[in-house]
Structure formats: structure tokens, C-alpha cells
């Protein structure tokens, strides 16, 4: 499928271990050029929501916060890419963050040809990245979520059993 507005959900908690890159999701393929989606957390624990349509500045989204999130802690991070907007956001833990970077120079497809990965960044044949900590309430929208959606996840647990997408929306 082919989407052009999503927004990905998730509880993490990193590892204080961890470091790098963690990649949270990722839908990338790299050929000739870097095409897809990639979610993570970066070196001091800020988040990254980043789409690639191409390799040239002007034909991907990135947002890179200066907001972080704390070790060994659950946290709640949504980031939402709006193509009819021409946003990208992320929120941690129900409100959006602080920005360092956050850029909308294209449109950018969830790539098809490209297989998805929860946890790992897999491409040119093997593993490159992985999470290190733990990963719950995973989820995809084909939508931009409003605020008042991001309370609603946010106001539920990272154990969260018994709530499913349409209790919600």
C-alpha cells in the first residue's frame, strides 16, 4: 500500500545500555536512493521521524527532537507526517516536543517495494540497527491523528490489554 499521511504509535523504554541509533520502525530501501519511512531513537535519547522520497534535501521530512526521553522509563512517542498539511510532528508523552531539526520538503510514500521492520533497520542485505530496550502498543494509522487522538493513546499504559484501535477512534 501506499500511503503518503501516517502516524506510528508506540510505548518504548530504552535500555540505559543502549546507545547509537535504536530503531524503533523502519520501511526503507536503499538502491540507488533512500525511499521510505524510518522511526528511532537517536544518541542522547532524542527521537527521530524522518521519510525519504529521494536523497536530495528537498525530497524528504525530518523531524529530530531536542526533547528526549529518560532511561529505563516508559515513554509514549507518535510521530505524524501530514502530506496535505505539509507536517511532521512528533509528541512524547501526549504533548509535542522541541524541535532541533523539522523540515516537510516532500511528499514521501510508505514504501512498498520495502519490507517493514519493528525494532530493526535491515537494508544492503543485513542488519545495520537495532532497539535495544523494549517495544508495546505498536501501532499504524493511515491518518494524521488530531491532538485530542494523541491524549487518548497517551492516556493509555504501555500494558495497556484490553484496548484495541476501536475502542478509540
Known sequence: ????????????????SGSGNRIIFSNYEFSTVSKGI??????????HF?????????QRFTATTSTT???????NVIGVADSSANTVKIYINGSEA????????????????????????????????????QIDQFRIFNKAISSSEVTTLNGETFDSATKSTTDIF
Do not use: P
Open 69 to 75: 526521553i529518560a532511561d529505563d522509563t516508559w515513554a
Open 38 to 47: 524510518i522511526f528511532r531513537v537517536g544518541s542522547g535519547n532524542i527521537i
Open 98 to 133: 522541541s524541535y532541533s531539526t523539522n523540515t516537510y520538503g516532500a511528499d514521501v510514500l510508505f514504501h512498498s517495494g520495502a519490507e517493514s521492520y519493528i525494532g530493526a533497520l535491515v537494508y544492503s542485505g543485513g542488519s545495520e540497527q537495532f532497539f535495544t530496550g
Open 1 to 16: 500500500f501506499q500511503l503518503q499521511t501516517i502516524t506510528i504509535s508506540t510505548w518504548v523504554k530504552v535500555e540505559a
Open 50 to 58: 524522518e521519510g525519504y522520497a529521494a536523497d536530495a534535501s528537498g
